[in-house]
């Protein structure tokens, strides 16, 4: 089974949404985890609230984790964090464009979901 890293700045919210989303779609396939460059304290209120009205799953007690504290990882994907995400030799790395949608509206939560949703169900076809 690939272990897969989800990878964003602060590991508060997109990749606590991917990598919640990957063990939800995924079944077996993969491995998942997330991590940040610069963790947070915590995971944010909103992806907390709207992945369990979504699709049952509890992040409530999931904490940001820093990059260095992953397992051996066979791909990664960054949401954001640039050159502060690291390149592993030997490692599949995958970029997703999704802007942090922290600070702003519902509808920016929404609109995230939806896209990290859209690029986990390409990955899980691939």
């Known amino acids: ?63 940001p984790k820093k990059i260095s504290d992953l397992p051996k990882i066979d791909i990664i994907v960054t949401m954001g964090c640039g050159i502060a995400c690291p390149v592993i030799p030997g490692t599949q790395r995958i970029e997703w464009h999704i802007d942090d949608p922290v600070g702003k509206d519902y509808d920016a939560y929404w609109m995230t979901l939806i896209h990290i949703e859209d690029y986990i169900r390409t990955l899980l076809k691939e």
């Open 1 to 63: 089974m690939k272990r897969i890293a989800f990878l964003c700045i602060k590991n508060s919210c997109r990749s606590q949404i991917a990598e919640a989303l990957c063990r939800h779609l995924g079944g077996d396939r993969f491995t998942c985890y997330s991590a940040g460059s610069e963790p947070g304290d915590n995971v944010d209120p909103t992806a907390v609230r709207l992945m369990q009205e979504i699709y049952g799953s509890d992040l409530s007690t999931h904490r």
